[in-house]
């Protein structure tokens, strides 16, 4: 209960930073390397925890991801998180897909996590080669993400709701 606990708040702090930030009455005086340097932060620490399977990083063109790569590496190598930079990160119907189209983003996750990812990718590649890529598939490969990234199934279905 109180890793759950613990997440919320975490997800709670980094939500209100990022509304913040995108506020034009409010503008914050954040630059926003440090900001997606302290996402990495709290994401490692809660990955660490076993709170989370697998977190994403924010999506970032290939030349921020660049310069910022070095400072992730570091802050993951002290939470004892594996990174992996992800260029085509899987497009599923939790998010729009334009929020990571020419992006990158930096997985962030423990033991064998990035084969359950990299698994999960490949069967909706081929599901979509064989053609056979339907409604049904779409949301199981949703769920599937979903319950990597450590959301729970009534959150995920609020993702796939919000993003019709």
Do not use: W
Request: hydrophobic share 40%.
């Amino acid at each position: 209960m109180f890793k759950q606990f613990y997440f919320y708040l975490l997800i709670g702090g980094c939500l209100s930073l990022s509304n913040c930030s995108n506020s034009t009455a409010n503008p914050s005086k954040i630059d926003q390397t440090s900001f997606h340097l302290g996402v990495i932060s709290a994401f490692s620490e809660v990955v660490n925890a076993g709170v989370k399977p697998l977190a994403l990083s924010h999506p970032l063109s290939r030349a921020e991801m660049a310069l910022f790569l070095p400072e992730a590496t570091k802050i993951a190598a002290k939470y004892d998180v594996q990174l992996y930079l992800e260029k085509e990160l899987i497009v599923t119907k939790l998010f729009p897909a334009d929020i990571v189209e020419g992006k990158e983003v930096l997985l962030l996750y423990q033991g064998h996590t990035l084969d359950r990812y990299l698994a999960i990718k490949r069967d909706k590649s081929d599901l979509t080669h064989h053609g056979i890529y339907n409604e049904q598939e779409a949301l199981d490969v949703a769920v599937r993400f979903g319950k990597l990234l450590g959301y729970s199934s009534k959150g995920i279905q609020k993702l796939i709701q919000e993003n019709r």
